[in-house]
T-cell receptor, first 114, second 114 residues
């Protein structure tokens, strides 16, 4: 089945130690998104790629970076994780060719910072 | 800028009773509206969306939503709740003027008791 896959599902890192979360998709969608979600709050959009075009949200900290080497994969890099970065990180994809663009989410990666 | 309000943090309903989860929105022009559901430690799952036309939208798992333009509302409904419907529900909006990302409400926890 076509889907959005996130690895790992659970990630533990140490304060200040760089960490990379990965997302892959078999939907062949043009757009890939990264969200941060804390404790039963609304997902907060960090950035998204429309094909190769990177779109950063204005309030996304510089500590968060992203790479999209090809259509299928997208990575979230946290350069120096702080305790406040502990959260669920959600990847989503959408076709990008229609206005009411439905986003399809992966299962998420729960990040713990020690 | 668009916004979504979900006025209830939690909705409690007995199994078999009808349920309503409320959502109001603010957007320039006409909206595209979405409902997503999130089960514990999982990503968001698309339920339904309103684009245009019939104000009653039917979605997955027996859910439906009623678009009311004059009240700027898009309430989620189900005629008969199941215990398995217990989850976190998010309403989201995007304007129908070109490509735009979703703005999510803060979420409403639905608890269905046996």
């Amino acid at each position: 089945d076509a889907m959005v896959i996130q690895n790992p599902r659970y990630q533990v890192t140490q304060f200040g130690k760089p960490v990379t979360l990965s997302c892959s998709q078999t939907l062949n969608h043009n757009v890939m998104y990264w969200y941060q979600q804390k404790s039963s709050q609304a997902p907060k959009l960090l950035f998204h790629y429309y094909d190769k075009d990177f779109n950063n949200e204005a309030d996304t900290p510089d500590n968060f970076q992203s790479r999209r080497p090809n259509t299928s994969f997208c990575f979230l890099d946290i350069r120096s994780p702080g305790l406040g970065d502990a959260a669920m990180y959600l990847c989503a994809t959408s076709r990008g060719d229609q206005k009411a663009d439905t986003q399809y989410f992966g299962p998420g990666t729960r990040l713990t910072v020690l | 800028a668009q916004s979504v309000a979900q006025p209830e943090d939690q909705v409690n309903v007995a199994e078999g009773n009808p349920l309503t989860v409320k959502c109001t929105y603010s957007v320039s022009g006409n909206p595209y509206l979405f409902w997503y559901v999130q089960y514990p430690n999982r990503g968001l799952q698309f339920l339904l969306k309103y684009i245009t036309g019939d104000n009653l939208v039917k979605g997955s798992y027996g859910f439906e939503a009623e678009f009311n333009k004059s009240q700027t509302s898009f309430h989620l409904k189900k005629p008969s709740a199941l215990v398995s419907d217990s989850a976190l529900y998010f309403c989201a909006v995007t304007p129908n003027s070109g490509y735009s990302t979703l703005t999510f409400g803060k979420g409403t926890m639905l608890l269905v008791s046996p």
